[in-house]
């Protein structure tokens, strides 16, 4: 068993504090996410609130951690998406070879035409669940990498004897993939996914700082720094606070995100 | 005289490339008694591994093309089964093992489940009895400690042990013919032995027919009752072992044999060497295929395909101009 290097303990621990408090956020003692107080607009930090007020005079403390919902729903859910859509989509490519391959890699090259900003205000355009479509666009901007990163993987893979063996053991297409092909191929997929929810957080605070995610008023930190930059100069800490949570938490996740892709590799060389 | 087990008839398997179909077995006859083996030797690139995956159906569906012939065994064609067929075949009847054990053994699971895994697959064993006949079949292997080792992967494993696993997979359910390609290639010598001698072993205890893939004429000699000798897709000659090694009548293995170093010739000698290469199977000596290599060529031999003629009764070769019988 190797030994944790400090910087992934302390990204793990402030990744499961940020989820904590994400996930708590409806039950921690903290203010009301859009209870506005003409009071004290732009307050600066103080012990009651730890990052401040907005111009609206909301707690920017309380509305990042309600703010996180939106980032970890969106990047988990996307991610998701994508790893199950795009994995089973590439596994499918690269095991049945042939014409399954063609249409799948056609499917993927038009999709990575595409210019994804397009394709998610496109898709934001639609009536509908402003959180649904968000994930559903990142999903589908994600895909044609995990499907080509599962398709080469795959092709590895199903090249090595002891799928030959498996099936000359007289094992069937489904059971080749589930228990031979999938167990080699989750690591690295797994990886990826972890690099994804990065990404989707960072897309999903773009979008949002766009106005392209969930609208107002559920908080959300894009739209916290788009709607208080005008205001950055007088008092920093309702742009600064969600931002630096956000570049700590994606800093974090591509920290372990490393580790994860070392082991990995490492585990390859020892096998 | 009862039906062989295995009738390979006119065989043919073809690869369509983007440059032309190459020829990979070109109508290759054989047969096979229950419980013999057959060696199939031959140099790389000869065919005989994609012979061996013809008779199991195993070959790549996109570029493979079934050109013909037939496979029978047990008295059904394997080559008109359809897969949800074969698979019944696969393990149970005709089971098969890879050159290398490295490669042939799943990185991510450990081997007991993987012997499991087949015996759940082809029997109606429950959970607890197939871990008990995995425990039993690898002491049958020669797998020291069995019980620990179901448990453990692969990779803490040595080549000999692997290609033992690997033996024990294949023989989980008992196959009437097991195809062995190259068994022990991977392996260094003294695993080697111990590996044809566990699968002469088990082949006795099982009635078990045996094709040995190789182009060791050592172990050949060793394992093997009758042998083919494949060259660019087809047998060109096949007799039981005795003949084959000191009768040979085609060039080509005459050649193969001369080309065996003795350790009785001084050891700054040359090796004979068969001069030029292997044909190019996709567009192949319109006559005999090793008319271009051959010394004791005739001018029809480049015009002509040799047939199949008759030095007694189970010894066949194909060439105009064969070696005298001495």
Redesign the interface.
Known sequence: MRRYRPSVVLSLAWLLLVAAATLTAAWLPVADPNKQSLLSMLAPPDLQRWFGADSLGRDVFSRTIHGFRITFAVSLGAAAMALVFGGALGICAGYF??WVERTILIGVNVLLAFPPLVLVIAMVAYPGDALIKVIIALGIVFMPAMTRIARANTLVFSE???V?????????NA?LIV??LL??LVPTLLAYCLLLVAIGALAEAGLSYLGLSVPPPTPTLGQMMASEQANALEAPHAVFFPAGMLFLTIFALNLIGEEVQRRIDGRAS?? | MTAPLLEVDDLRTHFHLPHGTLRAVDGVSFTLDAGRTLGIVGESGSGKSVLARSIIGLLPMAQAHKAGGRVLFAGRDLRQLPESAMRQVRGPQIAMIFQDPLTSLNPVMTVGRQIVQVLRQHTDLSATAARARAVELLNEVGIPDPKQRAGEYAHRMSGGMRQRIVIAIALACNPRLLIADEPTTALDVTVQAQILDLLRRLQDKHAMALILITHNLGVVAEMCDDVAVMYAGRIVEQAPVGDILDRPRMRYTHALLQSVPDIDNPSHMRLPVIPGQPPNLIAPPVGCRFAPRCGFRQDRCDTDMPPQSEASAHHRFACFNPAPEH
């Not at chain 1, 498996?166 to 069937?172: D, I, L, N, P, Y």
Request: without cysteine; aromatic residues 4%; hydrophobic residues 40%.
């Open positions: 070879r042939g090595r004897e002891f030959t063996a498996a099936r000359a053991a007289g094992m069937g059971r228990r031979e167990p080699n020892a096998a």
